[in-house]
């Protein structure tokens, strides 16, 4: 079995900056004190650490996880998109900036870009994608394909692999 470097020791980050990451993980919302409380240091030590990781791009925002379908938005698809004759910077700006896209993804293989577009009603996800997405110059070809179910992995710092 090949052995992979953890992508942790690259980053510097020790078993308490790691701790720290993994919490925020699972709860954005906690406090400096609960920060501390949770991976056993002081406050101070908690907060210099907090504000280190952020400085280091390591994390680079906090957030709120949505629910979709309590915004309204009750039917999702990934949309591959074909492109030609345009930079990928370019369109994907474009299409990231459209009505229902929520993320433009550069991917490897034969196509070149994956958007996940969230609407109202099938209607409203039908023209977004035929009208807003397939009409934009430079894309070629679109195929959609309808999210059924959505079940959440391990978020990067509570991956069982590197982080134990």
């Known amino acids: 079995m090949t052995q992979h470097p953890a992508p942790a020791a690259s980053a510097g980050l020790d078993p308490i900056d790691r701790r720290i990451v993994a919490e925020l993980s699972r709860d954005a ?11 056993h240091v002081s406050r101070t030590a908690a907060h210099t650490r907090l504000h280190n990781l952020v400085e280091r791009g390591v994390i680079t925002g906090f957030g709120a996880q949505i629910d979709r379908t309590a ?3 009750k039917v999702t698809a990934l949309v591959i998109v074909k492109i030609a004759d345009v930079s ?7 299409l990231s900036e459209l009505p229902f896209v929520e993320k433009a993804m550069a991917v490897s293989g034969d196509i070149d870009i994956i958007l996940t577009v969230s609407a109202p009603d099938h209607e409203q996800l039908s023209q977004a994608i035929l009208r807003d997405i397939h009409s934009m110059p430079g894309v070629v070809s679109t195929r959609s394909h309808l999210i059924l179910e959505e079940i959440a992995g391990h978020a990067p710092a509570l991956a ?5």
């Open 29 to 39: 919302r906690l406090s400096t004190r609960q920060l501390a409380a949770l991976v």
């Open 71 to 73: 915004l309204g938005l």
């Open 88 to 94: 990928w910077a370019d369109i994907a700006a474009r």
């Open 160 to 164: 069982p692999d590197i982080w134990r």
